[in-house]
């Protein structure tokens, strides 16, 4: 036992390297997510996968191997996992075999058989995969009853802990301090935002500070409780899993992020050659308006709602254009989320749409100008303001009326003079 204590610490990290390059390799016989009958194949110590035995010895299938491992390890006595695991080749039954000694006596037998030709291993390649394996087991399993060793485990357990509350306390101090430093600038009224935005957006630099300090300290909290949970044999599955659910998420986000680029990247291209045809545009509807320029069809009076109107029907069509670039447009839910924006659009401008329709025929047909003398209905007044959804009179007496555009479309006009 002192022999194993005093080598413990290169034994123990010789055995997390085997476990990781293990578990991120999968490439041996067990199988991530096997069925029933791999199950019933596969040899498992200490909740650890060791192999996965599927050719048959004798009369033994997979499963029966697999069971007949199991009683040769449970008659084993403590002091035979004093020594390493070994393993010698042979040849059982006319196939190479590959047989792993503790302490001279056998616990399994690896026939060539076991190999899948999809692992694209080596029956000595598996065989040194099951090798450590089993020695990471035997390992394990004197650790569990290495008092040296789990107190060691709960000495480092605490340190680290105590480490781990104090970054906590420190980090709230530091929220703190820079939380009353934002509120001076802003007293200031100084900050990254302007300050007449703040009716609207608030305080923002505190939410984002708050923001990245729930971020560090679920941070430093996941990463304290993997480095405790594995510093136990009883627990280090469990800190395995959650290095391995963190792996996995960082890398299904960085392989979305890099999905994405293409995609967004045509997007703002669109963006971009959008902007400068309405500039474009912009500029050829100004000389038009001052006079420079001429254009069948189209008048001075004209030339503001033409601009809103091709405005809005160009960046609508390249929302059309980049619409299946945007992440996530294939999934369902973006799918619903569209239909269910469309269906409020379609049912809240039926209205809208009328007195639009009916502000372009005021516009384009020229029928009321601002200036005019007009009585609509019962409304007497002078125009002051056409506007695509609303018409704006000026009564005699100051008041200014504002006039649906369906409304003064289905109603009685009459210009009296022009101002």
């Not at 000595?124 to 450590?132: N, P, S, T, Y």
């Not at 995609?263 to 703002?268: A, K, P």
């Not at 006079?291 to 960046?315: K, P």
Request: proline fraction near 3%; charge should be positive; include cysteine.
């Amino acid at each position: 036992m002192n022999e194993w204590c005093s080598g413990k610490g290169w034994r123990l990290g010789l055995l997390l390297i085997c476990l990781l390059w293990s578990r991120l390799g999968w490439t041996a016989e067990p199988r991530m997510e096997p069925n029933e009958q791999e199950r019933a194949q596969t040899l498992v110590l200490l909740h650890e996968p060791i192999v996965m035995l599927t050719a048959k010895y004798g009369n033994l299938d997979g499963a029966a191997r697999v069971r007949l491992a199991h009683e040769r390890v449970q008659r084993m006595e403590p002091s035979d996992l004093m020594t390493p695991v070994a393993v010698t080749k042979g040849s059982r039954h006319g196939q190479e075999s590959r047989e792993f000694l503790v302490n001279g006596k056998r616990i399994l037998v690896l026939l060539e058989g076991d190999l899948d030709e999809f692992d694209e291993l080596t029956l000595d390649q598996a065989a040194e995969r099951v090798l450590h394996r089993l020695d990471g087991v035997r390992i394990k399993y004197l650790e569990l009853h290495s008092t040296p060793y789990l107190l060691r485990a709960v000495g480092l357990a605490v340190v680290v802990s105590l480490i781990f509350f104090g970054l906590i306390w420190l980090l709230q101090r530091g929220h703190r301090r820079v939380r009353k430093w934002l509120a001076n600038r802003l007293l200031l009224q100084k900050g990254l935002v302007p300050h007449s935005w703040r009716q609207v957006t608030g305080n923002v630099e505190v939410r984002l500070l708050g923001l990245i300090t729930l971020l560090l300290i679920f941070m430093l909290t996941y990463g304290w409780l993997t480095y405790v949970l594995g510093l136990f044999p009883q627990t280090r599955a469990w800190s395995y899993q959650l290095g391995e659910s963190l792996f996995a998420l960082c890398g299904d986000m960085l392989e979305g992020m890099i999905a994405a680029m293409p995609g967004l990247v045509t997007v703002l291209l669109i963006v971009v050659i959008t902007r400068f045809f309405i500039k474009m545009l912009a500029i050829l509807f100004d000389r038009i308006e001052c006079g420079q320029f001429r254009v069948q069809g189209l008048h001075a009076e004209t030339i503001g709602a033409t601009r809103r109107l091709l405005s809005v029907v160009i960046w609508l069509f390249a929302l059309t254009v980049a619409y299946p670039y945007l992440p996530g447009a294939d999934s369902d839910a973006f799918k619903g989320i569209s239909v269910f924006f469309g269906l409020m659009v379609t049912l809240g401008s039926a209205g809208i749409m009328n007195h639009a329709m009916s502000g372009l025929v005021l516009i384009y047909s020229r029928a009321l100008r601002p200036g005019d003398l007009v009585q609509i209905g019962e409304v007497e007044g002078m125009v002051s303001e056409l506007n695509a959804l609303s018409t704006k009179l000026v009564t005699r007496q100051d008041h200014e009326v504002t006039l649906p555009n369906a409304v003064v479309v289905g109603g009685k006009v009459r210009a009296d003079a022009s101002v």
